[in-house]
């Protein structure tokens, strides 16, 4: 398939992992595994199937060094930096354009580098899957089969049943993002939706006609972007036109009132690591049920996940924890109540202490 | 009362506050209150009744510069240490001998600097009432009155009233070191016995005569010592005579078979400290009844101790748990449990991971 690109989106920049997930180093650029970066992970995964030249990262401008850093094996120019985000739409729309450039067959596999996906082979063989039905035009999405009414993410509905292969492809009837509770409460006893996960597949050319139609001012600055991009212009045009963009994701800007949607609902294991719990949950446990890394020593400590960047953390006769020791702040919340990081995080705000999100 | 001499004991060297209590830095001088270290809690207790030329600290060698550095008020020769600890008969005989030296009617109150005392004028009205018993020469101790079948004390048993003054004296019928915990639970249901404080008051000529009726090793080697003390002999006589004197507590080698002691019990809100709950059952508690210290952020946080030396903490969501970061290793246990700080200590020095306790 070598049409098929990876294009990773890796401009985030969230706090929920605080305080290892920082301003200056969020959470696709820390190793929670002690196996590689959220990043490398990404990468490594569609690795087998995907060469290097044709898998390009979007993210910050200010972590354009991290990502060739952390992936020093893809080609310079495949790491594109946004000058301020502007939302998912005009990143992917500026890669698919980039890759049409290159290729006018190509066909996008949008990914993402802070989520995690623990079945990795079958992930590999849902992308081949997406990318056969990508070529008949369709746009792909996968799927994931919700465990819980969330209202933080968005919904697709099912329609007819479109191919049956190994993984069946269904047409999606509706996006609804971020509903209430008790439509998340439907939703999922219905069976017949599944989460967004972010992660869409189409041939670049079907993409660009649904921006065309439905963000057509989106279209043109992007238009103006690529005529420049690879000449001395380059950064100057980028500069001057990326912030004057509409602020949108791909999914309310095109993917809700796009026409030939289809979903692939996939169990490959996936979390968006939305807290330090949902990392406990997807991280392998030793026997006692803890998830550890660093310099830590645990007496009858249970179902916890424990790490320390550089100094001992020290834990007797707790359970369903949370300990995070950032080397200049340590976090300390019970499991259940990691969403409320947040609360520390505005607290730090509110006294002026921003330097420990930086 | 000028004849009155206090002698701190400031020698001890406990994990039991494991991080923050280091070999280098033991309890006693930290500051836990932040009112200051709990050796100058331990003078500054006293100073209302005792001037400085009076006051007398006996601490290991190795801390005599840190006792100056606390205490600069005190004369340098006020600083006495001991080449390597040997209980506490030892120092408290030879502080003995060096106040019979000074004046020989000086009445001596052995204090210790790693003891709380919460109801510190009441502490010093029963100090000046044990004085006036001392002097009649009885050898005094202070009694605490047993809020549990504790079996890490020494425990004290009352006789018949022998004076009835604001706090009434006692003749002391038997000690008992560390009883078994059906013996510390009669102990506690009689209402007869008190805790050994470790807190004395007696004359210096009483004191002695004891240590040569029951230790006369011990008395003839502070005789040598003492006869050097001053002269240019001093330190290479301590040092030799020193370690060869016997490794004994005044308890044990003295107060069990004593002739004339007798016990004030008295309710001054004592503690030794022995742990991180202790800590935070004898101080002042917040409106959410936790003890907090430094650089610390809490958010629905109840009945816990947090401290930091340094690095920020952040606890959400926790109750009655103990959280002590000290800038090179952070300790998290519950309350109840805080006297297992001893497994973490063993596991450092089983792993070789010393430097943690230094």
């Known amino acids: 398939m070598s049409d098929l690109y990876a294009t990773i989106l890796a401009g985030g920049s969230g706090t929920r992992l605080w305080p290892r997930s920082r301003k200056s180093s969020p959470k696709q650029f820390l190793d929670f595994t002690g196996t590689g970066t959220m990043l490398q992970e990404a990468f490594s995964r569609v690795s087998p199937i995907i060469p290097p030249e044709r898998v390009w990262i979007l993210t910050g401008e200010r972590y354009v060094e991290t990502v060739r850093e952390q992936l020093p094996v893809l ?9 301020v985000g502007r939302g998912t739409a005009p990143a992917i729309g500026l890669a698919a354009m980039l890759l049409q450039r290159k290729n006018p067959n190509a066909i996008m596999a949008v990914l993402t580098a802070d989520h995690i996906i623990t079945y990795k082979e079958r992930f590999r063989e849902v992308l081949l899957e997406a990318a056969w039905v990508a070529g008949k035009g369709h746009l792909v999405t996968l799927g994931i089969k919700p465990s819980r009414p969330d209202t933080g993410y968005g919904y697709i509905e099912r329609g007819e049943k479109l191919y049956d292969q190994r993984f069946p492809v269904y047409r999606v009837v509706r996006f609804t993002e971020k509903p209430n509770l008790e439509m998340a409460e439907q939703f999922v006893a219905s069976g017949n939706y599944s989460w967004n996960s972010g992660m869409f597949i189409w041939r670049v050319d079907a993409i660009l006609a649904e921006i065309e139609r439905q963000m057509s001012e989106l279209f043109d600055g992007l238009k103006q972007i690529v005529e420049a991009w690879g000449t001395d212009e380059q950064g100057k045009v980028l500069h001057s036109v990326w912030p004057t963009l509409p602020n949108e994701t ?15 609902p996939v169990e490959i294991g996936w979390s968006d690591v939305g807290s330090w719990n949902a990392l406990w ?15 830590v020593i645990l007496h009858d400590v249970g179902n916890s996940l424990v790490y320390s960047d550089k100094q001992l953390v020290a834990a ?3 359970r369903d924890m949370v300990i ?35």
């Open 324 to 358: 995070v020791d950032s080397g200049d702040a340590v976090l300390v919340v019970p499991r259940s109540r990691s969403q409320e990081v947040k609360t520390i995080v505005n607290e730090l705000k509110r006294r002026g202490l921003e330097d420990y999100l930086l």
């Open 281 to 295: 949950e997807v991280l392998p446990h030793d026997e006692s049920g803890n998830v550890v890394q660093g310099n």
């Open 250 to 264: 791909i999914d309310f800007g095109v993917m809700e009132h796009a026409k030939d949607v289809v979903v692939i």
């Open 75 to 83: 080609p310079a120019e495949n790491v594109v930096g946004e000058p």
């Open 316 to 318: 007797v006769g707790i």
